[in-house]
C-alpha cells in the first residue's frame, strides 16, 4: 500500500464550525479501531484514529470540553469534543504524554487516509472485513512500533 500524503499544514475540525484546528506535522500512523467505545462514539462498525504530535496540533478557533473515559484497555483517555456540537476531535492517552490521537474524519480533505493497521479486531462487528494482509490485533497493541513503521514505509 502506498499513501500520498498531503502537504503539512493541514485544518478540520467540528461539524458546526465553531472549533477549528492546524496540524503542522506528519502524523506517527493511522488504524481503525473496533473496541466498543470507537463503535459507540462513531456510531457505525469502527473509528480512526492519527497519533500526531501534541506540538503539532494548534487550536485556532472555538472551544473543547474534556471527558475522562475508562477505554476497554482499562487506561484512562481524555477524550476532548466541540463544547458546541459534541464532536469527537481527539485523545489524549495518559500512556503517551506528548501524544494527541486525533480523529481523521476531522479533516478538511480526508481522501488520503487509509488506516495502515487495525486494531481490537476481536470486538469487530459481525461482516465488517480485515482487510488480507493487514497489521492487525485482537486488543489493543503493545505499543505502537509496528504501527508507526507501517505507515512510515507506506508513505516512503
Given amino acids: ?37 470507537c463503535q459507540r462514539f462513531s456510531g457505525g462498525s469502527h473509528s480512526m484514529s492519527m497519533p500526531v504530535a501534541a506540538a503539532d496540533l494548534t ?34 492517552p495518559a500512556r503517551s504524554p506528548g501524544v494527541l490521537n486525533l480523529k481523521p474524519g476531522t479533516l478538511d480533505d480526508t481522501s488520503w487516509l487509509v488506516p495502515v493497521a487495525h486494531v481490537w479486531t476481536a470486538r469487530r462487528q459481525a461482516g465488517t ?20 513503521a507501517a505507515f512510515a514505509a507506506a508513505c516512503s
Avoid: N
Avoid at 464550525?17 to 506517527?28: C, E, F, Q
Fill in 1 to 37: 500500500m502506498r499513501l500520498a500524503l498531503p502537504a503539512f499544514p493541514v485544518e478540520g475540525g467540528c461539524v458546526c464550525g465553531a472549533v477549528r484546528y492546524r496540524l503542522s506535522g506528519r502524523p506517527r500512523a493511522l488504524y481503525a479501531c473496533y473496541c466498543r467505545d
Fill in 59 to 92: 487550536l485556532l478557533s472555538g472551544e473543547t470540553a474534556r471527558h475522562d473515559k475508562i477505554a476497554d484497555s482499562g487506561r484512562t483517555v481524555a477524550v476532548h469534543f466541540c463544547a458546541r456540537c459534541a464532536t469527537r476531535l481527539w485523545h489524549a
Fill in 129 to 148: 472485513a480485515i482487510p488480507a494482509g493487514a497489521l492487525a490485533y485482537d486488543g489493543q497493541p503493545p505499543d505502537h512500533a509496528a504501527m508507526e
